[in-house]
């Protein structure tokens, strides 16, 4: 029998300001990839801003504020 560690994450810890990618934001707001796209298509979660031709992302300020909302 193989014995595995457990190793536990360290909790995700938003920058003071700028610009986080969907992995991050995943471990801030504990929800699937899919919950948290559909929510933004029905207007509850912020939507991403895009940074380049392929790539996106959110302001913290307004992930900051998702939390305070679903903490309430």
């Keep these: 029998m193989s ?3 457990t ?5 995700y810890q938003l920058p003071e ?5 969907l992995p991050q934001v995943l ?7 899919s919950t948290f796209l559909n929510k933004i298509k029905s207007g ?3 939507a991403a801003i895009k940074l ?3 790539s996106v992302a959110w302001r913290v300020s307004d992930i900051r504020a998702l939390v305070e909302k ?3």
């Excluded at 300001?17 to 990618?21: A, L, P, Q, T």
């Excluded at 471990?27 to 990839?33: G, H």
Aim: aromatic content about 6%; hydrophobic content about 35%; proline content about 10%.
């Design 7 to 11: 190793v536990l994450k360290q909790p």
């Design 3 to 5: 014995q595995e560690k």
């Design 27 to 33: 471990e801030v707001i504990p929800v699937s990839r």
């Design 70 to 72: 679903l903490s309430a």
């Design 17 to 21: 300001i700028g610009f986080i990618k």
């Design 44 to 46: 509850e979660y912020p």
């Design 52 to 54: 380049s031709e392929r």
